[in-house]
């Protein structure tokens, strides 16, 4: 690697010391395809030297290979590592480097332009102080620089370079270049945008990157790196009152029992005064631990390990805060989210919601609207598909600490996780609390579950038939609760047609509504279970998440689940309502089985195949099965 200064080779130590305290710069190339990112990035290694002589090498000979540029350096493989990528010539993952200059340290994510990427934007902006939006010259502001400036505002990134790259390809136009500046803020000035710099720039022929370029003697401000180097970051973190989520505790031995985790901001002291979210409980620092040793004072972005003063329960996901100014305990939010996944988002089906070091299960309800990143014009949604943005409200199943985004990235932001699928499906920044939950307390009563269940001289549970439409679901359902209404057993059976008579008469049968139907069934069998009631309920019920959600409303043993087994011909065949024939005649839109999905139980606790026994003989399966449990 060329040498970038000169104590390297007099005297590493100062050189190390000198590296060790430069400052860090964090930032992203973001903006539509083929505006020139991962060149970008590649010129400036090249510039900074920070290219090795066998990867200047394997460089030169691959561009001769892949390049685009005829046989020239192509700075963009240097970047586009994914044999995908340099086929279609495009990026397609968030590429990290790492650079330096004799002044400052950077870590630059290079990030997709193609709008189906657009998820691994807001991966690569996450952790970002800074962002260098690309615009073609030759086209200017496109949807997706739209998107991913406002993304970058979402994200609170404010420090912002517009660069206006392939100017050799229109001559180094001034004009053309002022009338993309002024496009851009008009746009930037909606989003929040209103401080960014315009740099006039050619990153394939290294102009105005490093150096000013004598092609632009209109343009009177600094280069790419010059800004790089000086910009300030202020992030004020120290200022603010003291946050450190909980990431581990720490018990090597009997004797010592640490909180472990990054201070997110202030500063702590031995002695200083602390409170557990959401618990509540106060305490004082007893000591500041880290390996080299003691600390007697702790600041925003050091990883430490807390001990207090007195023994308080405290779990991974808590927070500890400054016990004069703590932070606000929530278990509802209007959010913004940015969806990430192939499949939609459906309000009402449950999410797990990471946020900090701790995981909750959070549910959406209907998005209020989602943002037109060309106008900003609010539409509305009834849910939210890949890379769309909206408002939403979201419930969790308990309450946790936060802060609004824009005070804190750490108590704001989140992700959204598939429960099935572990798959990271959105991300979303906390706007406030929602006051409906200061509003509503749960009222104790004096009969309890239990007491209901003893005078009923029964135990309290929901049996969950599910399967095909025609499966036999609610005739085997009406036959088992005829039989233990024999035996005695107090019942009740919800139907999926007769709750659509009243109870769901509003929902019809798109995904989202079938997830909310499912969902006020579920609550509705939760209160009959707490009243005492054997509940027998006949859905089709296609997605396993909502008969997971179902299941984890209730206590362990209360929820069986009983899957009517069918194969889709047999029951086509049966079709004792014409669904199905109206269904292929696409006289009937969503019907599962034909254009809608079903999800067979994985580990259901009763399984009939009506193919193989009668729906008396299936029946008489399951009160065996309900009167031994």
Not at 102 to 124: C, L, S, W
Not at 539 to 564: D, T
Request: hydrophobic share 40%; proline share 3%; with cysteine.
């Amino acid at each position: 690697m060329a040498h970038q200064s000169a104590l390297i080779a007099e005297d590493i130590e100062a050189y190390l010391h000198q590296h060790q305290h430069k400052s860090l710069l964090r930032f992203i190339t973001c903006g539509s395809v083929d505006d020139g990112k991962s060149t970008l990035i590649g010129r400036l290694l090249y510039d900074s030297k920070m290219i090795f002589e066998d990867q200047l090498a394997a460089l030169e000979s691959d561009s001769k290979k892949v390049g685009t540029q005829g046989g020239a350096i192509d700075f963009a493989l240097l970047v586009d590592g994914l044999a995908a990528e340099r086929e279609q010539g495009i990026t397609i993952d968030v590429a990290y480097r790492f650079f330096s200059t004799e002044t400052r340290k950077f870590i630059v994510a290079d990030t997709p332009g193609h709008e189906q990427y657009t998820r691994n934007m807001v991966t690569g902006a996450s952790t970002a102080d800074a962002a260098v939006i690309l615009i073609d010259a030759r086209r200017g502001v496109l949807t997706q620089t739209r998107r991913h400036s406002y993304l970058v505002s979402l994200l609170g990134i404010r420090k912002i370079v517009l660069a206006v790259n392939k100017m050799d390809l229109v001559d180094w136009d001034q004009a053309t270049f002022d009338a993309i500046v002024a496009e851009y803020r008009t746009f930037a000035g909606w989003i929040g945008l209103s401080d960014f710099t315009a740099i006039p720039m050619s990153a394939l022929n290294g102009e105005n990157i490093t150096e000013k370029s004598n092609a632009a003697p209109w343009y009177d401000g600094p280069p790419l790196m010059t800004w790089l180097e000086t910009v300030q970051v202020e992030d004020g973190l120290q200022a603010k009152p003291f946050r450190m989520p909980v990431q581990w505790v720490n018990r090597p031995n009997l004797d010592f029992r640490g909180f472990s985790g990054q201070i997110a901001a202030g500063v702590i002291k031995p002695g200083d005064r602390v409170k557990v979210l959401p618990s509540s409980r106060e305490s004082r620092v007893a000591r500041i631990v880290t390996l080299p040793g003691d600390l007697d004072q702790a600041v925003a972005g050091q990883s430490v390990t807390i001990t207090l003063a007195d023994e308080i329960d405290i779990s991974r996901g808590d927070v500890l805060v400054a016990a004069d100014a703590p932070a606000a305990v929530a278990n509802q939010f209007e959010t913004t989210i940015v969806w990430m996944d192939d499949e939609p988002m459906l309000p009402g089906r449950p999410y797990l919601m990471k946020i900090g070091a701790q995981t909750v299960t959070a549910s959406i309800t209907e998005p209020k609207h989602r943002v037109n990143v060309n106008t900003l014009e609010h539409l509305a949604a009834k849910r939210l598909e890949l890379n769309e943005i909206g408002v939403c409200n979201i419930s969790l199943d308990r309450a946790i600490p936060f802060e609004a985004y824009e005070e804190s990235r750490d108590l704001g932001g989140f992700i959204l996780i598939d429960r099935l699928s572990n798959r990271t499906v959105g991300a979303g920044m906390i706007h406030f609390a929602l006051r409906r939950a200061d509003n509503i307390h749960w009222q104790a009563t004096d009969i309890d579950k239990a007491a209901r269940a003893a005078q009923k001289n029964q135990k309290g549970r929901v049996v969950w038939f599910t399967g095909l439409s025609g499966a036999g679901k609610s005739t085997i359902a009406n036959l088992v609760e005829k039989r233990l209404h024999a035996l005695g057993r107090h019942t009740y059976l919800l139907d999926g047609d007769n709750v659509r008579h009243g109870l769901n008469k509003d929902l019809g049968f798109t995904e989202e509504d079938r997830v909310e139907n499912i969902r006020r069934v579920a609550e509705v069998a939760k209160l009959m279970t707490d009243a005492g009631l054997i509940v027998l309920t006949a859905f089709i019920s296609p997605f396993r998440a909502e008969r997971r959600m179902a299941r984890e409303m209730l206590e362990a043993g209360e929820f069986v689940e009983v899957y009517v087994e069918t194969p889709l011909e047999i029951a086509e065949q049966r079709d004792v309502k014409g669904l199905y024939k109206k269904a292929r005649a696409g006289q009937l839109k969503n019907f599962t089985g034909v254009d809608s999905p079903y999800e067979p139980p994985e580990q259901a606790e009763i399984v009939v195949d009506t193919t193989g026994m009668t729906a008396v003989e299936a029946a008489e399966t399951i009160v065996a099965w309900l009167e031994r449990g």
